[in-house]
T-cell receptor, first 116, second 116 residues
Framework: GPKVLQIPSHQIIDMGQMVTLNCDPVSNHLYFYWYKQILGQQMEFLVNFYNGKVMEKSKLFKDQFSVERPDGSYFTLKIQPTALEDSAVYFC??????????????FGHGTKLSVL | GDSVTQTEGQVTVSESKSLIINCTYSATSIGYPNLFWYVRYPGEGLQLLLKVITAGQKGSSRGFEATYNKEATSFHLQKASVQESDSAVYYCALSDRGSALGRLHFGAGTQLIVIP
């Protein structure tokens, strides 16, 4: 079936540095999402993105976070600068139609970010 | 805000026995939410198991069933006879009708271990 690929699977970075998490969504999908899961906690919504724009973001989506999908390539989440509390698994998802239309989300395997 | 509470931690069931994973929700958005069960099999990304968008209806997939009970605000996942291949982490979720693209609110996940 359709797959969302996330690269890399694990990234270790020093606090204060910049990190970019890459997501290769399903090819014909139009809606893109990032979710964050801290160890032992629930997966929580960060942001959704459509037509080149952030449509919604949660309070977890700090000013240090940004997303983009230049020229239909990877959908990226950039954190600059990173903080210790950014350590988590970040899941990318995509869908053909927005979830409000009851369409399913396709998720990647996640990128584990460890901020030291 | 909207939230989901499900059976915590780990559930261990012998093969061919029945299973129930409890899920209750709280939805403050207008109307009532769409309800989902997602599953993560070992080594795979999160994927949709079943969804129900109408109160009183039952969804089913791969032998699993869940009924949307609006009065009890519940969406319990059941299976009459589990198989070893059902071992996975199961997440109950609801979509936020108050958001433009329908962000998902997830439960904490329940790890199912099926013993042969």
């Amino acid at each position: 079936g359709p797959k969302v690929l996330q690269i890399p699977s694990h990234q270790i970075i020093d606090m204060g540095q910049m990190v970019t998490l890459n997501c290769d969504p399903v090819s014909n999908h139009l809606y893109f999402y990032w979710y964050k899961q801290i160890l032992g906690q629930q997966m929580e919504f960060l942001v959704n993105f459509y037509n080149g724009k952030v449509m919604e973001k949660s309070k977890l989506f700090k000013d240090q976070f940004s997303v983009e999908r230049p020229d239909g390539s990877y959908f990226t989440l950039k954190i600059q600068p990173t903080a210790l509390e950014d350590s988590a698994v970040y899941f990318c998802a995509s869908s053909l139609v927005g979830v409000i239309s009851n369409e399913r989300l396709f998720f990647g395997h996640g990128t584990k970010l460890s901020v030291l | 805000g909207d939230s989901v509470t499900q059976t915590e931690g780990q559930v261990t069931v012998s093969e061919s026995k029945s299973l129930i994973i409890n899920c209750t929700y709280s939805a403050t958005s207008i109307g009532y939410p769409n309800l989902f069960w997602y599953v993560r099999y070992p080594g795979e990304g999160l994927q949709l198991l079943l969804k129900v968008i109408t109160a009183g209806q039952k969804g089913s997939s791969r032998g699993f069933e869940a009924t949307y009970n609006k009065e009890a605000t519940s969406f319990h996942l059941q299976k009459a006879s589990v198989q070893e291949s059902d071992s996975a982490v199961y997440y109950c979720a609801l979509s936020d009708r108050g958001s433009a693209l329908g962000r998902l609110h997830f439960g904490a996940g329940t790890q199912l271990i099926v013993i042969p």
